[in-house]
């Protein structure tokens, strides 16, 4: 994820004391494209001895942003270290180093940042949504929940809130919920997919397949290359016995995507349940050549069919990927 250099921008314009003191600071340091020449003028701004501290911290600040772009994370951490030394109250220099660690998967660092962050400017939803983003890393869904609904209170379009809490939602159990939460999202950016596909699959979870073909319906028509929305949808399909258009769908994600193994499991299902042994068998084969080492559905598959010679095949073949991934 590209840490946001505009926030970085909008604290200079907020914190320089003078006109003067603005004008010293490099146009390129503040809004170069390019992290080398940022780096080299933020460098050369840090390297004046007269320069006021508030316009260090935002060099600093800039600096960092520039080396993560790079991915030099280490030298952005020590810029990002260096601004908070500088300004303890620096609000965005913590929001910044919280994603580095959040990067790093670091939540209780990154945490910790942004709960400083909040203490300094409690008014600003994003230091709450990106909390939040690491308690949902942390499959803490409680508190994950509690921050997403802090920065949609603060700004009630908010999409990746809502996004957020919609997800946590889902997989906290809560589905009603969740469905009003995508509803939001696909109010707020109806020409986006994603809002479509996350709200059919809590209504495939509560058998309303109808609703979620329909989503689905919608899913791709923004999204024609979605291969994962045509499984779904072919899934909803196959639970209501439309087995034709189960396996076109599946069809259709395979074309998009020949190796995606789990569009022939689908498929091999659907032939299996149509009676159609020959095809089902060929899907579920497919499924062992693909993906040997997640393949014991497809197997399973086999064997009901009679069919047990993939068995030894298979054993094979996953001895031989595991001793690859030894080397």
């Known amino acids: 994820m590209r840490i946001p250099v ?14 003067a003191a ?38 600093l600040q800039n600096r960092g942003l520039a080396r993560a772009d790079k991915g030099d994370r280490d030298g952005a951490l020590a810029d990002f270290n260096a601004a ?21 998967a670091q939540h209780d660092l990154a945490i910790a940042d942004l709960d ?9 939803p994003l230091f709450y949504f990106r909390r939040g983003a690491s308690y949902y890393d942390m499959h803490d869904y409680v508190r994950a929940i509690a921050d997403f609904s802090e920065a949609i209170k603060l700004d009630p379009n908010y999409v990746d809130a809502l996004w ?10 809560h589905k009603e919920r969740a469905i009003a939460d995508f509803t939001e999202v696909i109010r707020i950016e109806p020409r986006a997919a994603r809002g479509y596909m996350a709200r059919a699959q809590i209504y495939q979870s509560q058998s309303e397949h109808d609703r979620a073909i329909a989503d689905l319906d919608q899913f791709l ?6 291969f994962a929305g045509f ?46 042994r020959e095809h089902a068998i060929a899907d579920f084969r497919e499924v062992v050549r693909i993906s040997p080492l997640v393949s014991d559905a497809a197997l399973k598959e086999l064997q009901a069919l009679g069919v047990e010679a993939p068995k030894s095949e298979d054993d094979a073949m996953k001895q031989g990927v595991l001793q690859l991934l030894k080397k």
């Open 221 to 226: 028509k923004l999204d024609a290359h979605g």
């Open 116 to 124: 400083q962050a909040i203490r300094i400017n409690p008014g600003f």
């Open 6 to 19: 505009l926030l970085a921008l909008a604290i200079f314009a907020s914190t320089s004391p003078t006109l």
């Open 84 to 104: 908070i030394r500088i300004d303890p109250r620096a609000a965005f220099a913590y929001l910044f180093r919280a994603t580095l660690y959040q990067r790093n």
């Open 22 to 59: 603005e004008q010293n600071v490099s146009r390129d340091c503040r809004q170069s494209g390019d992290p080398d020449r940022k780096i080299a003028a933020c460098s050369e701004l840090l390297a004046d001895p007269a320069m006021p501290d508030e316009v260090k911290v935002v060099a």
């Open 231 to 276: 499984v779904l949808r072919g899934n909803s399909y196959r639970e209501k016995g439309e087995l034709d258009r189960a396996i076109a769908d599946y069809t259709a994600a395979i074309k998009l995507l020949p190796t995606y193994s789990f569009a022939y499991q689908e498929r091999g299902i659907a032939y299996r349940m149509k009676g159609d």
């Open 164 to 173: 957020g809490r919609g997800q946590a939602n889902a997989y906290s159990g």
